[in-house]
C-alpha cells in the first residue's frame, strides 16, 4: 500500500459528512445538477432551491448544515438572502458562489455575512473542499476579527497585528494563521492542515507545511517575544494560549 493511502487510513481526523445537509441555492440548473450529484456521491444530503425567496425560507427552517447560495439568483439576490439571514439570527456557514472575481466583489460579499466565497468557474474539487472546512469550523465564526493575547487579525481588510506591530503576510499565511487561531490551545496535525488550509483531497509526504510554519514563526515572533506556535513531536503544531 503506498505511503499517501497509509496517512489517510492512519489520520482520524478526515471530514466525514454523515449525512450533512447541504442547502444549494442556485438558478442554473447544469450547474446545481453536477453539485448535487457530486455531493450525494460523497455522502451528503442536498436540498435544492433555485431562487432566493425559496433558499431564504428553507434556510430559515434551519434544518441545513451549510448553505452554497449563488450571488446572483431570480428574485431576492444572493446576499439579500444572506443579510436576512444574519439580520433573523440565522448562523448557517454559507459559501458564495459568483462569477464576480474583482476582490471588492468578494469584499462585499463577506461583509453580508458570507463565510466563503467562490468564483465561476470553479473545480468541483475544491467547491467539496471549502464546503468541508465551513463544516470543520467551530461554531463561533461570524465575527470579523480574531484575538489572542497579543494577536490580532482583521478578516476583513485580511491584515494582522502583534502588540500593535502589522505582520504583513502572504495569503496562504494568513489563511495558516487565522486557521491556528480558531483553534488556540488545540494539537493540529500536519493532515488536517494540508486537507482544510491547502484543501488537499490526498495527503502527499511533503515538508510543506513545515516550511510555512517556519516562515509564519518568523514573522509573527518579533526579537525578545515570546514564540506563540508550538511543535508537537511526531503529530503537528500547536498555537499557544497566551496566559
Known sequence: MNGTVDMLKEDADFFSPNGKTVLLVEDDGAI???????????GFK??????????????????????VVDRLLPGLDGLSVIETMRQQGIRLPVLV???????DDRVTGLKAG???Y????????ELVARIE??????????????????????????????????IELLPRE????EYLMR??????????????????????????????????RRKIDGPGEEPLIESIRGTGFRLRVPD
Request: proline letters at 4%; aromatic letters at 4%; charged letters at 30%.
Open 97 to 103: 458562489l459568483s462569477a464576480l472575481s474583482a476582490v
Open 174 to 177: 494568513f489563511r495558516l494563521l
Open 118 to 125: 467562490l468564483t465561476k468557474p470553479f473545480a468541483i474539487e
Open 114 to 116: 458570507g463565510d466563503d
Open 32 to 42: 446545481a445538477e453536477e453539485i448535487a450529484a457530486e455531493l450525494t456521491a460523497r
Open 183 to 216: 483553534r488556540p490551545g488545540q494539537v493540529l496535525t500536519r493532515s488536517m492542515l494540508l486537507e482544510d488550509v491547502w484543501q488537499y483531497r490526498f495527503i502527499p509526504r511533503t515538508n510543506l507545511v513545515d516550511v510555512h510554519i517556519g516562515k509564519l
Open 133 to 166: 472546512a465551513l463544516l470543520r469550523r467551530p461554531d463561533d465564526t461570524r465575527s470579523t476579527k480574531l484575538h489572542l493575547g497579543p494577536i490580532e487579525m482583521d478578516l476583513i481588510e485580511r491584515r494582522v497585528w502583534r502588540n500593535g506591530r502589522e
Open 46 to 67: 442536498v436540498q435544492h432551491e433555485a431562487t432566493g425567496d425559496a433558499g431564504l425560507e428553507a434556510a430559515l427552517r434551519a434544518e441545513a448544515d451549510v448553505m
